[in-house]
């Protein structure tokens, strides 16, 4: 048996919402990840962005790569009976993603992911503005199916802030996302 340095329970459907919501192809490479720390699990692509309530992950701060995530669901599935997976530090270097019998062993990404907790907000009370903000529907179908993955009946609920402002959209009492309105 290994052992770890350190070990972390990480709520599965926080990985695979999350994924959705990285970078895929982005000079700014520590987007092409989720990130893990800070008592939070999220992502951006820098239009949108997923952030999950995860206290477990208090003492953590690093970024798994899009890549070993994706790979790992693949090896899994999409199975409602698996809640955690294990999170394995095994050295400075190398990390590992796990559950039963499936692994994904990674090298985190190496960079600097924004710090979301500056940017997130409350649930706005409410929305008076005359113009409802005009938001890109691809990103609103992002939410939609992250919304899937954690409720039967999907319905993300859309808060937005001024007719060019942010957006928050809550999808449970732990996840909750933030959309950037499109240009006009």
Not at 31 to 60: M, Q, R
Not at 83 to 101: A, G, K, P, R
Request: hydrophobic residues 40%; contains cysteine; glycine residues 4%.
């Amino acid at each position: 048996m290994m052992k770890f340095k350190n070990s972390y329970p990480i709520l599965y459907k926080d990985l695979q919402a999350c994924l959705i919501f990285t970078a895929k192809q982005d000079v700014r490479f520590y987007l092409k990840g989720v990130y893990v720390g800070k008592g939070i699990i999220s992502a951006t692509h820098g239009h949108a962005a997923l952030i999950c309530d995860a206290p477990e992950s208090e003492e953590i701060d690093l970024i798994i790569p899009r890549e070993s995530i994706a790979s790992l669901i693949r090896k899994l599935g999409k199975s409602e009976r698996i809640d955690y997976v294990n999170l394995h530090e095994i050295s400075e270097e190398f990390w590992l993603l796990q559950y039963s019998d499936a692994f994904e062993l990674f090298r985190p990404i190496n960079g600097k992911f924004p710090d979301v907790k500056k940017i997130d907000f409350q649930k706005p009370e409410r929305y008076t503005a005359e113009e409802f903000p005009t938001f890109n529907f691809d990103y609103l179908m992002d939410f939609r199916k992250a919304a899937a993955i954690y409720m039967k009946f999907i319905a993300p609920k859309i808060y937005p802030t001024s007719v060019n402002g942010t957006a928050y959209i809550e999808i449970n009492d732990r996840v909750h996302g933030l959309l950037m309105p499109a240009r006009t």
